[in-house]
């Protein structure tokens, strides 16, 4: 069974102190994560400063019918030039027609960018995925994952039987 991601990693969160971002940050606290609210950031944006990323929380009732939100738009522009290592929460409950249209909206706009896009449906996974990106991408645990990897290929290599036929046969 997977471990909870919360209850095993602590880290500082910076979050706008925009109301959009109080269910989420109560979350956090809940999980025991240090919080530190920042006007400084944009509306709507959570920091991880021990990984480097920051999300963008966006819901589809921030985008007009007609999907050419050029204020959005600008916003998401500038947390992209301001977070190199920057992600898009877009938020809906069920993801129908228009989420999915809003989705490849954003894609083709910001396409060959530093943002990636993360639909979610509720503030659960919202926190969730903050969590398993930031943790993923810090320092400390980006290594050892890094070092698990080498270790497991050197396992496979060691233990192929490819490897095997090939030492018979002088090849390798």
């Known amino acids: ?16 102190t925009s109301p959009q971002c109080d269910e989420p940050s109560q979350i956090l606290l809940a999980h025991q994560h240090i919080i530190r609210r920042s006007d400084s950031i944009l509306p ?3 920091v991880f400063p021990m ?3 920051a ?8 985008f007009p019918a007609n999907s050419d939100n ?11 030039q301001v977070h190199r290592n920057s992600f898009l929460l877009l938020q809906a409950p069920v993801y129908e027609k228009r989420e999915w ?8 706009r910001f396409l060959g960018c530093n943002l990636r896009v993360l639909p979610v449906h509720s503030t659960t996974d919202v926190v969730k995925g903050m969590l ?9 645990h980006a290594e050892n994952s ?7 290929c050197d396992y496979i290599i060691d233990h192929s039987p490819v490897w095997q036929m090939l030492e018979k046969m002088q090849l390798c």
């Open 132 to 140: 398993v990106i930031a943790k993923a991408t810090s320092k400390p």
């Open 51 to 53: 990984s480097g990323t």
């Open 101 to 108: 249209k809003i989705l490849l909206s954003v894609q083709n």
């Open 70 to 80: 050029a204020e959005l738009f600008e916003r998401i522009e500038k947390f992209t």
């Open 1 to 16: 069974m997977a471990r909870d991601i919360s209850n095993s990693w602590k880290t500082t969160v910076i979050i706008s």
């Open 146 to 152: 890094k070092d698990q990897m080498v270790l497991a």
């Open 44 to 46: 709507s944006s959570f």
């Open 55 to 62: 999300f963008l929380l966006v819901t589809p009732d921030e």
